[in-house]
């Protein structure tokens, strides 16, 4: 079976991560490296991070067919889809958007980027880090929502979602050993479009919106609650979607 033309592979930090490290190239179209991930394989298309990202930690040497994405890139894309308050602010679900309206995939498969950390235990595969989801942020009180919001949103562009099997996640995502990518057909969710339509009209009623990107600087206003009843609804359109359907890839 032969791999679609827009299949994207983005790898996050988590350790699993090593263990996209000798998929084939030919299995994607495109390879997307998070953050520090840039270091887990040299053949990355595409490096995107934060403005404040370190700069002694950015990729050393970046090959002509190679692209560094930052924020004047994803947060466009990001707002093309609602904005990133209601998105999540985690470069994982940036990086989703971003691809989404960027590269307009097929199928999007996310490893490393299952946003679990242990005090007990290195939560990179470089060792130890910063936990960016876990920090007091108006955007990440629901992960497991937010996750189910891109799901949901790349459905409704035809896109499937999928993460690497093994131990705990934050993604929603169904998942797929990454030995099967390209041997047999992708599991696809298919959104429900009563459910969809109502996370979405709650979403465009309240207009929490910032073009810029930088909703903290109007954060104190936007209501807690109101967040928390948009990441129930998606919630209630991710677990209400058909799950049956697959596709091949």
């Given at each position: 079976m032969t791999t679609a033309a827009k299949t994207v592979l983005i790898l996050g930090s988590a350790p699993n991560v090593l263990a996209a490290r000798d998929l084939p190239k030919s299995l994607f179209s495109s390879i997307v490296a998070i953050n520090n991930a840039w270091k887990v394989r040299s053949d990355w298309d595409y490096?995107?991070?934060?403005?404040?990202?370190?700069?002694?930690?950015?990729?050393?040497?970046?090959?002509?067919?190679?692209?560094?994405?930052?924020?004047?890139?994803?947060?466009?894309?990001?707002?093309?889809?609602?904005?990133?308050?209601?998105?999540?602010?985690?470069?994982?679900?940036?990086?989703?958007?971003?691809?989404?309206?960027?590269?307009?995939?097929?199928?999007?498969?996310?490893?490393?980027?299952?946003?679990?950390?242990?005090?007990?235990?290195?939560?990179?595969?470089?060792?130890?880090?910063?936990?960016?989801?876990?920090?007091?942020?108006?955007?990440?009180?629901?992960?497991?929502?937010?996750?189910?919001?891109?799901?949901?949103?790349?459905?409704?562009?035809?896109?499937?979602?999928?993460?690497?099997?093994?131990?705990?996640?934050?993604?929603?995502?169904?998942?797929?050993?990454?030995?099967?990518?390209?041997?047999?057909?992708?599991?696809?969710v298919r959104a429900n479009p009563t459910a969809f339509n109502r996370a979405q009209s709650y979403e465009d009623s309240l207009g929490y919106f910032v073009e810029s990107g930088r909703y903290w600087d109007v954060a104190p206003d936007y209501s807690t609650d109101h967040l928390d009843a948009i990441d129930q609804l998606w919630m209630s359109a991710g677990n209400s979607s058909d799950r049956a359907d697959r596709l091949s890839v």
């Open positions: 490096h995107i991070s934060p403005d404040d990202f370190p700069t002694d930690r950015m990729p050393t040497a970046v090959q002509s067919d190679q692209s560094l994405v930052g924020a004047s890139d994803y947060v466009p894309a990001n707002n093309a889809y609602g904005g990133i308050i209601y998105a999540g602010a985690t470069m994982a679900f940036t990086a989703g958007y971003w691809v989404l309206a960027a590269l307009r995939p097929s199928a999007m498969v996310f490893v490393g980027c299952d946003m679990v950390y242990s005090n007990s235990a290195a939560p990179h595969f470089y060792g130890k880090g910063s936990a960016d989801p876990l920090r007091d942020d108006i955007t990440l009180r629901n992960l497991e929502a937010k996750s189910a919001r891109l799901m949901l949103h790349a459905s409704q562009q035809g896109c499937a979602c999928v993460r690497a099997p093994g131990g705990d996640s934050r993604l929603v995502f169904p998942s797929m050993a990454l030995e099967e990518l390209g041997q047999i057909d992708m599991p696809r």
